[in-house]
């Protein structure tokens, strides 16, 4: 069976979204303000940018407005929130079917535990209400094992770092490898996900780093940026027989992107998106057009599905464009930065 093309695709998105019978209430009664017609006028990636962006409005919209007419309402996997980093926090809804897809798609080319000892996952990563906990504890059981986690409120980290409380900060970051220690104290961990910062404070504990070594296979961090110096650190001096991948992310997106293997600009982490699905590209903040390959700008997000339609959204990030792997739609992104100010609201990374 031949592949649908991009184009193909997007039609499909657009036929199911703006249909009375698959289509969500939220783009159903928002498609009389749309100044195009979505059916007829999106045809392809560059199409996209016809789209006003309004994850704005997913601040308010009831949950009700945002579930496709055509999905059974009992796959409903979740309802998940944005970190709130400008303002009052974004809201999606999440499937079962739309994980299992992100999840295998993350995983290929990794083998699976299916004989022996389980291999189990830490993730030092926001839960409640936030979708990257959701997607590692999926991940996990995938790679044949269980996922342990770690209490992490990034909202209260940014509210001590607006208070200018560092020392707050500091003694939480703590308390949360304090927590992670407990666990590797006793649990076969196989799998580390966490951050930056938070991968600093454990690197900063020898006998942590010592136990972490026996038995880890492979750290992923995500969730801030990492300058390339420390990352060369802990791969070289820190954890030098453990593969560290990285992964960047958005609620927008109902998920993340994956670093290239084998591959980086400049030594910053090559991300590539799981198209057609999730689509990037990188603009000019001023013009909103696409700038040149190798070069910086704010980073577009899309996510195109059957579970959502989110396009055209404007993140808090910039990034330097890159080619795709292959001849797709969207782009791939490196060196990913977080703008000052969004809204007229500093933003603030936080230890995620």
Same mark, same amino acid.
């Given at each position: ?105 993350? #995983? !290929?080319? &990794? ?9 189990? *996952? @830490?993730?030092?990563?926001? /839960? ?87 038995? #880890? !296979?492979? &750290? ?9 110096? *420390? @990352?060369?650190?802990?791969? /070289? ?116």
């Amino acid at each position: 069976m031949t592949p649908l093309t991009f184009e193909q695709h997007l039609a499909d998105v657009m036929k199911w979204h703006f249909s009375p019978e698959t289509g969500s209430a939220f783009w159903l009664e928002r498609r009389h303000r749309l100044r195009f017609d979505p059916l007829r006028d999106v045809r392809n990636f560059a199409d996209l940018a016809l789209f006003p962006d309004l994850s704005l409005e997913l601040r308010d919209a009831r949950i009700e407005e945002l579930q496709p007419r055509g999905l059974n309402p009992a796959d409903l996997a979740g309802i998940f929130e944005s970190g709130g980093t400008t303002g009052k926090p974004k809201r999606v809804v999440a499937y079962e079917q739309w994980f299992k897809q992100l999840v295998d798609w993350r #995983l !290929e080319g &990794i083998e699976r535990q299916r004989e022996g000892a389980p291999k189990n *996952t @830490l993730a030092i990563v926001p /839960t409640g209400p936030h979708i990257v906990g959701a997607v590692n504890l999926r991940r996990a059981r995938a790679l044949g094992g269980q996922c342990f986690t770690v209490d992490l409120d990034p909202r209260w980290v940014k509210k001590l770092i607006l208070q200018r409380d560092f020392e707050g900060v500091k003694a939480y970051a703590q308390h949360l490898v304090d927590q992670a220690e407990v666990i590797i104290d006793s649990q076969r961990i196989s799998y580390l996900v966490t951050t930056p910062p938070l991968l600093e404070a454990i690197a900063r504990r020898k006998p942590l780093v010592e136990k972490l070594n026996r038995t #880890l !296979e492979t &750290i992923n961090w995500g969730g801030t940026q990492m300058d390339i110096d *420390t @990352l060369d650190y802990l791969r /070289t001096s820190v954890f030098p027989k453990v593969t560290i991948t990285a992964s960047y992310g958005s609620t927008m997106i109902l998920g993340d992107t994956k670093s290239r293997p084998g591959q980086d600009h400049e030594g910053a982490p090559i991300f590539d998106s799981f198209a057609p699905y999730v689509v990037l590209e990188v603009v000019n903040p001023d013009t909103l057009q696409p700038v040149e390959f190798k070069q910086r700008g704010r980073v577009i997000m899309n996510h195109l599905s059957r579970f959502a339609l989110i396009p055209n959204v404007l993140e808090r990030d910039t990034a330097v464009r890159l080619p795709p792997m292959t001849k797709r739609a969207g782009v791939a992104v490196a060196d990913v930065r977080p703008v000052a100010e969004v809204e007229g609201q500093a933003v603030i990374e936080g230890v995620y």
